[in-house]
């Protein structure tokens, strides 16, 4: 388990005040916003590596060291939201969450079934947008640069971008390839705005496109590691994007 | 940014349970503990708690001071029961609950599915509370082993394996002056009940006092324990056991749904118990005994009473504020359209029921929609994390506060009933159970006034 909530604080905090102090001489060498997500669609393949796919399975590994948990998740997804994922938890069941198009949902043997809403309803929408990684300027209202540093060892720019709905993501691009190397999320969830802190890891290509095969994320004290055991471009029926039984029975 | 879909989950997997051994449990290898895993396992409790402690003042406690007094004492452990004590005093300078040390041997002791019937958990099929001074039979589990030997509630408990209820009386006496009597009540409870658990085949030799105050000796054959046995994550594995019952009282049916513990393995059956109750006129809940568990399934399963989106608590963790968000349960286990269960709720407690359960009764308690009854809860109520330290032992540590409804907080105060309807000997004897006696009445008062 990862503890970093309180070095990560200091981190953040003497981040601030060198951005203060240092604002006018960055103002000057860093790349703007646009220039940096433009730099990153192209390291991971550019639009047109994107856009040839029309649907992606990614089957994952995942672990929670602190709950003493592995568990494994499938995502599928088709042009151009269509979404359902699915995580095994052994002793608990599945948890899985979807969008067909028109309804988002999600089921879960401690909540039942639940059609999303609101913040979660647009936060989720954003996620399981097919070209999240291309559409920055669509799915973010602001995007600015805002500092140089430094993440999971790797110089980085920080690029802060801020939903429609007021959630903050800052995403640290690497200064020498232009990936993603790590983010600190704050998004809202049906509990409330969790912040997280993620890292990418070992790109690798499927299907013409990078993607990291693996991602720590700390949350709430817990660390969570994600391992992409697959990831396939081939077509996915679309009956598997269909409501469930019991969420269609929510609509009734 | 694919990765913001799993952030949920580890809010709500958070534990909020009671269930850890203490933390002098024997080591069955007594083998000389290493140095320097001794100072890691100590560094890595110290640690987990320096990082994830909600207030950043520790309540006053001065945290670096208190490692530094402990640190040598951990160097110098040769065992890991010795290093427990060491850790364990650490964890209690914060005076908060949810600060223990599951040990290793606990965990990994007990295997679920296990196919030698030697190695299979078992009990004597009764449980015991501490009242008035005395250990007693609370209830006597049909077809048990105490059942099969005579013994009846209201009997007290003289001794039981080694313990005796003169050892418990001297650890009552030596305990009251540092905690208050209910925590007393829960340690003496939980100690005696301990000695009517162990293998399945096993023979406790059991004295008891019956009603006429006749000494009556037993041996009770622990039989196997009637429920599932359930692992989840860095837990050990449990027991899991859920009980529905109808009542028949003035005309009125009433449901009664018992469980030990909050864990996944729990879900079917309480939800299918709802589903079974659903047209009854009132519905009781009986958290007495039960320490908590998952503090995810409370909110999740409070949606089965609650016909509007609410909250059972918040979450106060050192950076976020996070909702027990319930969600009305509008579909049934079978999958049909279903309203939320619309008629009475009581919920009985007493000093026994801990943390989730805690959560889930003065939640629901607090929004005006159960009443409680029987008597003060635990008061132990702060969700937590159990990260498995290098010698192999869990941590038990709480990562955040919990305030309730209008601000309630049960940390410490427990869930204060509506109706108090403590247990006591002639009402245990008579054949009576105070507490859900007086819930049966007012159900029964509930829907004459409908």
Redesign the interface.
């Given at each position: 388990?990862s503890?970093?909530?309180?070095?990560l604080?200091v981190l953040a905090l003497a981040g601030a005040a060198l951005t203060v102090a240092a604002a006018p001489a960055q103002a000057q060498t860093l790349p703007t916003a646009e220039q940096v997500v433009a730099r990153y669609v192209t390291a991971i393949g550019g639009e047109q590596a994107i856009s040839a796919q029309q649907f992606r399975r990614?089957q994952i590994e995942?672990s929670?060291?602190?709950?003493?948990?592995s568990m494994t998740?499938e995502?599928m997804q088709a042009r151009p939201n269509k979404a359902v994922?699915n995580?095994e938890?052994p002793?608990?069941?599945s948890?899985r969450?979807g969008y067909d198009g028109q309804v988002a949902w999600s089921i879960?043997?401690?909540?039942?079934?639940?059609i999303l809403e609101g913040k979660e309803l647009a936060?989720?929408l954003r996620?399981y947008d097919f070209d999240?990684?291309m559409r920055f300027s669509h799915m973010f209202r602001t995007m600015e640069t805002v500092a140089r540093t430094e993440m999971n060892g790797e110089s980085c720019v920080n690029v802060r971008m801020v939903t429609e709905s007021g959630d903050e993501v800052l995403n640290c691009f690497a200064d020498d390839d232009g990936l993603?190397v790590g983010?600190v999320?704050k998004?809202s969830?049906?509990?409330?705005?969790?912040?997280?802190t993620?890292t990418f890891h070992d790109y690798r290509e499927f299907g013409g496109l990078k993607m990291p095969t693996r991602?720590s994320?700390s949350?709430?004290?817990?660390q969570?590691e994600?391992i992409v055991k697959s990831m396939t471009t081939d077509p996915i029926d679309a009956s598997v994007f269909a409501l469930p039984?019991?969420v269609k029975?929510?609509q009734? | 940014?694919?990765?913001?879909?799993?952030?949920?989950?580890?809010?709500?997997?958070?534990?909020c349970a009671t269930a850890a051994p203490p933390a002098d449990a024997p080591s069955p290898t007594p083998a000389r503990l290493d140095p320097a895993v001794a100072l890691a396992t100590f560094d890595s409790a110290w640690?987990?708690v320096?990082?994830?402690f909600w207030d950043t003042t520790f309540y006053g406690v001065n945290w670096p001071a208190v490692r530094d007094s402990l640190r040598p004492r951990a160097q110098q452990a040769t065992s890991n029961a010795e290093l427990r004590r060491v850790i364990t005093a650490m964890l209690d300078e914060l005076g908060q609950s949810h600060f223990n040390v599951i040990p290793g041997e606990a965990s990994e002791s007990l295997r679920a599915g296990g196919s030698e019937r030697e190695g299979q958990p078992g009990d004597a099929g009764m449980e015991v509370r501490y009242v008035d001074g005395r250990v007693l039979v609370t209830r006597v589990v049909p077809g048990g082993a105490a059942d099969a030997a005579g013994i009846r509630p209201g009997w007290a408990v003289e001794a039981a394996g080694a313990m005796t209820a003169q050892r418990v009386a001297d650890a009552v006496q030596k305990l009251s002056g540092t905690m208050d009597a209910r925590r007393v009540a829960y340690m003496a409870a939980g100690g005696a009940g301990a000695a009517l658990r162990g293998t399945a085949g096993d023979t406790v030799q059991v004295k008891l006092s019956d009603g006429a105050g006749r000494m009556v000796e037993r041996a009770l054959v622990l039989r196997e324990l009637r429920g599932q046995m359930?692992?989840?994550?860095?837990?050990p594995p449990m027991e899991v056991r859920v009980e529905q019952d109808t009542l028949r009282a003035s005309g009125r049916t009433i449901g009664v749904i018992g469980f030990n513990i909050w864990?996944?393995?729990a879900?079917p059956a309480l939800?299918r118990a709802v589903d079974e109750l659903r047209g009854t006129d009132g519905i009781v809940i009986d958290l007495r005994g039960n320490p908590g568990g998952?503090g995810?399934?409370a909110?999740?399963?409070a949606?089965h009473f609650v016909d509007r989106r609410d909250t059972l608590g918040t979450?106060i963790?050192?950076?976020?504020?996070?909702?027990?968000?319930i969600?009305p349960?509008?579909?049934s286990a079978a999958?049909?359209?279903v309203q939320p269960f619309a008629g009475p709720v009581a919920i009985l407690t007493d000093e026994m029921t801990a943390s989730t359960s805690e959560i889930f009764a003065g939640g629901l308690q607090a929004l005006g929609r159960a009443r409680v009854f029987g008597a003060t809860s635990s008061g132990q109520a702060l969700p937590s994390?159990?990260?498995?330290l290098p010698n192999g032992d869990?941590l038990l540590h709480a990562?955040a506060d919990m305030i309730g409804p209008g601000g309630v907080r049960w940390e410490g105060p427990g869930v204060v009933p509506d109706t108090p309807a403590p247990v006591t000997r002639e009402a245990l004897l008579a054949g009576r159970d105070p507490a859900l006696d007086a819930a049966v009445a007012w159900i029964v008062e509930q829907n004459s006034r409908r």
């Open positions: 388990m503890f970093r909530t309180s070095p604080r990614v995942m929670m060291p602190a709950a003493g948990m998740a995502m994922m995580i938890i002793g608990m069941g948890m969450q879960n043997p401690m909540q039942g079934p639940k936060d989720l996620q999240a990684n993603l983010a999320v998004s969830t049906e509990m409330g705005q969790m912040e997280s993620i991602t994320m949350v709430m004290g817990q969570m994600m039984a019991e029975a929510l009734q | 940014m694919k990765s913001i879909g799993f952030l949920a989950l580890g809010a709500a997997l958070s534990a640690s987990s320096n990082r994830t359930a692992r989840f994550g860095n837990l864990l996944p393995a879900i939800d998952l995810g399934m909110p999740g399963w949606g979450m963790t050192r950076r976020d504020r996070l909702e027990f968000v969600n349960r509008r579909v999958g049909q359209r994390l159990m990260p498995r869990v990562v």
